[in-house]
């Protein structure tokens, strides 16, 4: 296929506007509910360069990757996108060397903000989860302020169930390559919560 830099500036961004990253992310269909399946938030990936290839379903964009689907935000170099032949869709993002892949996560409806950093991002569709590998860290915040932390050399993050996994190992982000995790008391939490929601209200009274 051409490359896209064939055709453009270097600075130009390009829209993904390609079926795949339509539903890139998108869970798989079978772990919709039956009754009533959740609305897809769209997807808008901005890059400097996309090589599509429809015959391996795969999308490869590079430099100044912003994807954003929904609530949910990644920032990469390069992203690697591909569909199985069963629809599950798989990501793979990795950063240059000496910077991070970021992705956050938002909860408006309880002030939390989730963000997490690593060498390596891989998303499994089929199964809702983001691992980030190499020198990983998940903050959780609260009202703008953190409140949980996770380092590892791998964590993994359920987008559906808002549970993590963390493993050890010699590129952990805590020392001696083992697991570190700082946790606030859910008092504190609370009272977190409860003063946005009392601020939320002052603002809307006003």
Do not use: W
């Not at 939390?112 to 980030?132: N, Q, V």
């Amino acid at each position: 296929m051409t490359d896209l830099r064939t055709l453009f500036a270097p600075t130009t961004r390009l829209l993904g506007a390609v079926l795949l990253t339509a539903s890139v992310f998108a869970p798989a269909h079978a772990a919709e509910p039956a009754a009533k399946p959740a609305e897809e938030p769209s997807t808008l990936i901005l890059s400097d360069t996309l090589h599509y290839d429809d015959v391996k379903k795969q999308s490869v964009f590079t430099g100044n990757v912003n994807m954003t689907r929904g609530l949910m935000t990644l920032t990469s170099d390069t992203l690697e996108m591909h569909e199985d032949a069963q629809g599950g869709q798989y990501g793979t993002a990795t950063a240059n060397k000496g910077k991070v892949v970021t992705i956050r996560q938002e909860r408006p409806e309880t002030f939390e903000l989730i963000e997490g950093k690593g060498l390596r991002a891989e998303y499994d569709g089929t199964k809702s989860t983001f691992d980030l590998i190499g020198q990983a860290v998940v903050v959780r915040y609260v009202c703008g302020k953190p409140f949980d932390t996770i380092r590892g050399e791998r964590v993994r993050y359920n987008e559906k169930t808002g549970t993590y996994e963390a493993q050890g190992g010699p590129n952990s982000a805590a020392p001696g390559g083992r697991v570190r995790s700082v946790s606030e008391p859910r008092a504190k939490s609370d009272a977190a919560v409860a003063e946005c929601r009392k601020q939320q209200a002052a603002k809307k009274g006003r």
